[in-house]
Every structure is written in structure tokens, then in C-alpha cells.
DNA sequence: ATTGACATACTTGTATGGTAGTGTACAATA
DNA sequence: TATTGTACACTACCATACAAGTATGTCAAT
């Protein structure tokens, strides 16, 4: 049953939108069982869209079903964590380099406007809006790259490494090092220094290395088990 | 990876597999309508499964959903080509680069079997075994460099790109020199040599570029119009 | 107290009917 | 003849009913 006054979406669209914002803001923590007739009833919509927004995000790993037993929030798989660092850094970089190779100046205005956000952002103490805004400005480089597939591809596919760094700012709190290092990556864009540049993206990446230890002990139901098979009591390798 | 003979998949997932095997290799020709009735019909399915399908599909921009109009194998678009490409070629040579930089000796046992079935494919001019045999010599590398993540990945956002290099082959015929890169790309890892193994990496990836002209003229049903939007007889730029 | 059969209440998977948006063939009109 | 109104066929979207697998609590038998 369609919404009149509101916009075009469909009613599937809505959903997985909604599901997608909560889970990775964490509203909906790792582990939390998400039956189709429970969020159907929530949203006051039918099976049917909830079922289908399921499928979406279970593509992304956001949502694992588990066929006649339930659904439930993805927990956070470090291993895919790495994977997604990978995914992102290969990206990334590649990106970069090809904006440095480009020889006519960028419009860098759009993403100068964005830099002042973050401050204004980080000013306000507002994490949602700074992650946003994160987003956001590493989106623009793409598109300055004429490169948006691979950033909604790699959007899709952060879906585990982003929700461990809004853990990581909610603990720590916002940190400007971030926004920093967003400064810095423009002004070697412009100095068209392409190996500084991508030292500069890998340590910008790869800076929560660290506290991801801290975060699996203060939040260990947040993170998948190693075993993804079912334990074996017998077995002596352990 | 699956095993066979075990249990049978969902109804939902063998539509998928079908339907997706069919588009990639072009017996489901770019622009052919595909309603969910219809579908449902032929393969003696309800709605449902195929409709999931669907959803599944279009995700991968393998079916263009055009809501209470109708579905669509979705045509070749050059641009999302160009775009597959980069992705392709960022994520291939960031795994070649963390393969030659692992310091010890790599189990090519696996690969080099690859290569000789790829050689006897060849032989056989078996297109179809060879292509599926190229897909798999790139996962082998992938899941050495423990990033197994990122190939399917690549693999869901080649559709366009392996579809153009189905019908090049289809014209040029099978080729050895595809064949002869993979060699030299293992010979290049064995020897470590990272800018050499990047820039043929390059180079078998760029191969096809100058055929899209000759297959743009002889299949121009393929492939999908510049304009996404709607003609605007009014504008007076053009 | 322990075990085991079984009813029951969940879950997701599949089938189907109804709704509304969209294009088109065709007849009515000027 | 040319144009316009309209009925109809077709679509994807959504709601709902049913089927089948799975976990769990109850109760009887040992």
C-alpha cells in the first residue's frame, strides 16, 4: 500500500533504505534477529517489500538469512573488515593517481565547500554528520575521476568497515586527525604529488588498525565468531 | 565454494543462476523484454522466485526494471564498460602487487594446471570452456593473495565488460595471445617483477579497446543509446 | 530425574490475486 | 483524412494465503 503524498519510492526502496541507514549507524546492533513478519508489522507495510529490501542487503552482507531458522543484523566479520580495507585502498589510491595524472586543474571548489563542512561538522561535535560528510568527500574525488561505479561499488562493500569506525568515534569520540588528513590529501592533489598522496590515503585508511582489539573486547557480541561452522567439542586442535 | 550433489538450491537461486548464465552469454540478446509472466511460465515457476531474481539481477545491471513498464535484458553500455575496466584493473594489479611483494615462494600448483587446461581449451577452440577457464586462472590469483572478496566483487560488476569480450570473441574467434599474457603474467610473479607484471596486467586488460567500433557497428542493438534521458526538442544545444 | 515423542509456534520459501501505472490499437468525431 | 477519446492488454508492485523446515515447551513413560 503506497504512501500518496511522499515521493516516487517504492515501498521496497523505503524500506531498504531505512533497514540500511539503522544498521549502519548501529540502531540496530550485530545479532539482532529481523524477522520479515516483525519489520512488516513495524513498518506497516507487507512482507512482501520487507522480503525483498532482505535480499538487498543480504547481498551486501548487511542482513544474513538463514533459510526456515531467521534473519538477523550481520555481526561484524573482521575478516571481511580486511577485505573491504583492500577493496577500498586498491580503489582509492587508484583514483587518486589518475586525478594527479590528469594535467588540466581540477574543480576542487565542490570539494573545498565539503572540507569546511567537516570542520563546521567536527565544530559541532556532530559524528553522524562528520561520517556523512566523510562519505561524501571521498565520493566527490570519484566523481572527479568520472569513476562513480566504483564508488558505489565500494559503498556497498563497506559495510563492515564502516560500522567497526562509527564504533571506533562513538568510543574515542571525533577526532579532527580525520579531517586532517582529508586537508593534507587535497593539498598533495594539487602539489600533483601522486606518491605522497598514496602514503598519505594508506595511513588515512588504515589508522583504526589499532583499536580494533579494544573495540572486540568491549563489544564482542557486535563481532562474528571465528568458527563458522558448527563447534566440534572433539576436536583436539584447540 | 559449493558442493554439488549436496541439497538442492531455492527455486530463487536457480532462476538466478539461469537467467544470468543465459545474459552472459548472449543467448538472451541485450534488449530482449523479459516479463516476470513470461519467465515464470517458461521455466514453470511462480512469480516470485523470478521476480527475486530480478531484483538480484538488476543489482548486477544485468536486467533494466522499469517500473509498470517492463523488464529488460539490460543493453551493453560502453561507458559502464569503461568504468568495469578501471574497477578491474585497479583491484587486479593491487593483487599482483601484494603477490609479488609476499616474500615467500607462492603455490602456483593450482594456476599453472589452469594455464595447461587453458592451453587445451584453445585446442579445442572450446570459446565458452576457455572464457570460464580465464575467469578462474583471476580467482586463483585473487584467493592466493587471500581476497577473495574482491573477485566476487569484480565478478558481479563485470557483466558488461565480459559480455563485450563474449561477442569480440565470438567475431575474432578464440585467440592464443590472451593465453600467451597469462603465461608471462606468472612468469612475471615467479621473477617478482612488479612494474613489468602491472603493465602487461594493463595491456591484457586494454586489449579489446579497439575492437568496441567494429562490434558497436555490427551489433548496434546491443548496445544502449547515449541519451538516458529524455529528448528535449526544445534544447537548443545541439 | 531423564528421556523421548509430539504438539505448537515460530521462521523463510513459494504461489496467487488484486491494484495502479503505461502503451497502444481502434473507433468516434470533426 | 487527421485527431482525439477510450477501452483493453500488459506491466511491475504489493498484499496475502499456504507450504515446509526448525526450534522449543509440554507431558507421558521409564
Redesign the pocket.
Known amino acids: 500500500?503506497?504512501k500518496?503524498g511522499e515521493g516516487?519510492?517504492?515501498?521496497?526502496?523505503?524500506v531498504y533504505e531505512i533497514l540500511r541507514r539503522n544498521i549502519m549507524n548501529l540502531t540496530l546492533v550485530p545479532g539482532t534477529?529481523?524477522?520479515?513478519?516483525?519489520?512488516?508489522e513495524k513498518m506497516?507495510?507487507?512482507?512482501?517489500?520487507?522480503?525483498?529490501a532482505?535480499?538487498r542487503l543480504s547481498n551486501e552482507a548487511l542482513v544474513s538469512?538463514?533459510?526456515?531458522?531467521?534473519?538477523?543484523v550481520s555481526r561484524i566479520d573482521l575478516d571481511r573488515v580486511r577485505e573491504e580495507r583492500f577493496l577500498r585502498e586498491s580503489l582509492e589510491t587508484s583514483v587518486l593517481a589518475q586525478l594527479i595524472r590528469n594535467p588540466e586543474p581540477l574543480p576542487l571548489r565542490e570539494v573545498k565547500q565539503n572540507l569546511e563542512d567537516q570542520d563546521a561538522a567536527l565544530n559541532r561535535e556532530d559524528k553522524a554528520g562528520f561520517l556523512e560528510l566523510d562519505e561524501e568527500f571521498h565520493a566527490l574525488l570519484f566523481d572527479l575521476a568520472d569513476q562513480p561505479l566504483c564508488f558505489s561499488v565500494m559503498k556497498s562493500f563497506s559495510s563492515h568497515y564502516r560500522r567497526i569506525r562509527y564504533l571506533s568515534m562513538s568510543v574515542s569520540g571525533v577526532s579532527r586527525s580525520n579531517y586532517d588528513q582529508h586537508v593534507e590529501l587535497v593539498r598533495m592533489i594539487e602539489a600533483k604529488d601522486i606518491s605522497r598522496a598514496e602514503s598519505e590515503m594508506k595511513h588515512h585508511l588504515g589508522k583504526l588498525d589499532d583499536e580494533k582489539e579494544i573495540l572486540l573486547r568491549q563489544y564482542p557480541d557486535y563481532f562474528m565468531e571465528r568458527e563458522l561452522s558448527v563447534d566440534d567439542p572433539f576436536s583436539i586442535n584447540r
Open positions: 500500500m503506497r500518496k516516487k519510492q517504492s515501498t521496497s526502496n523505503q534477529p529481523m524477522s520479515e513478519k516483525d519489520i512488516s506497516k507495510v507487507s512482507r512482501t517489500p520487507v522480503r525483498e532482505f535480499i538469512v538463514f533459510p526456515q531458522k531467521g534473519s538477523f
